[in-house]
């Protein structure tokens, strides 16, 4: 049986202009927590599961690319509230692919 791809997750950080909470520490996290899962900053379309912006407060005022090519599920991380379904929402797309 071939061994499946990792799932790739592309992260996109605010300008931390009004953090709440520490955005780096969270994503840091969700590394060790999903060590088989590639997160990256790089963003470009084709081949992600899933784009994380991650925002240190609700205004969610970052600017994404247009993505429009390709429909991409996004997930805003804009405080540490958000996180358990950041993490069931990771462990969704791991039962997809399985």
């Avoid at 909470?21 to 927590?33: K, M, P, S």
Wanted: contains cysteine; charged residues 15%.
């Amino acid at each position: 049986m071939a061994s499946l791809s990792p799932i790739k997750i592309g992260v996109r950080y605010c300008g931390g202009c009004n953090p709440r909470y520490d955005r780096v520490a969270a994503v840091q996290r969700l590394q060790v927590a999903f060590p088989d899962v590639s997160f990256s900053t790089d963003i470009s379309p084709g081949g992600m599961a899933l784009l994380l912006v991650v925002c240190g407060c609700s205004a969610r005022c970052v600017s994404l690319p247009d993505l429009s090519a390709e429909e991409i599920k996004t997930f805003w991380l804009t405080s540490e509230a958000d996180f358990p379904l950041l993490c069931r929402t990771i462990a969704s797309l791991h039962h997809s692919q399985g």
